[in-house]
């Protein structure tokens, strides 16, 4: 499965965005989706995921009230609603793919073998 992951780009802290990660060549509806971030010298991280097929979600504890990781059936996109942003969350934004069902499987980026482009949100102060 191709990803492709849109929706970043510049907002000043305490504002939103919503990113898009919509595959090609297979429908996400057996996988679990990632959201990972890698910032300039930093290792990527896990920042929230979602298991399709039962829709648990999982969030780092930076994103837990801040972030909403959702599935769209119809549009067949995963999306990661970003509220309260800050300058630390300043990064790369990524989403993964894979057929995973496990909470330390769907957190660890080395377990998806299916990865989007990236696409930058910077946050201003």
């Known amino acids: 499965v191709q990803l492709q992951a849109s929706g970043g780009g510049l907002v000043q802290t305490g504002g939103s965005l919503r990113l898009s990660c919509a595959p090609s060549?297979?429908?996400?509806?057996?996988?679990?989706v990632g959201w990972f971030r890698q910032a300039p010298g930093k290792e990527r991280e896990f920042v929230a995921a979602i298991i399709w097929r039962t829709a648990k979600t999982y969030y780092s504890d930076g994103a837990k009230g801040r972030f909403t990781i959702s599935r769209d059936a119809t549009k067949d996109t995963v999306y990661l609603q970003m509220n309260s942003l800050k300058p630390e969350d300043t990064a790369v934004y990524y989403c993964a793919a894979d057929t995973l069902t496990t909470s330390w499987g769907v957190q660890s980026p080395r377990e998806y073998d299916y990865w989007g482009q990236g696409t930058q949100v910077t946050v201003s102060s």
């Open positions: 060549g297979e429908t996400l509806s057996s996988f679990a």
